[in-house]
């Protein structure tokens, strides 16, 4: 079950369970589909952020760690610079009825 093969099976021969020494009911227990959404979607959604934030706050360190050996002031006041320049324009499409209007305005909007 835990290679999410064949977990829909799973699910409907449980919610079709019901007491001992009887046949299954279609939708007898509906109740265990909360288990396996729980389960199967809710728990490795929750799982793969913690994984991809731990990756990234690890990463962040190392480049934080990096940037502060062996770095003379002529890099770092070069690093700041790039860091903190601002474009000389900014760029509007002439019409604002096309395509590439509403593209740039989806992707520069904040």
């Known amino acids: 079950v835990q ?13 079709s369970s019901t007491y001992e020494d009887e046949g299954p009911i279609p939708w007898f227990r509906t109740e265990q589909c909360i288990f396996y959404i729980v389960f199967f979607v809710v728990f490795p959604f929750f799982f793969v952020n913690i994984f991809v934030a731990l990756v990234i706050v690890t990463f962040n360190e190392l480049g934080e760690a990096e940037l502060t050996d062996n770095i003379d002031k002529n890099q770092k006041s070069c690093i700041t610079y790039v860091v903190q320049i601002k474009p000389q324009e900014i760029y509007v499409p002439e019409t604002q009825a096309g395509v590439r209007y509403h593209i740039w305005r ?3 909007s904040p």
């Open 106 to 108: 989806l992707v520069t």
């Open 3 to 15: 290679t999410s093969e064949g977990w829909v099976a799973i699910l409907q021969d449980s919610m």
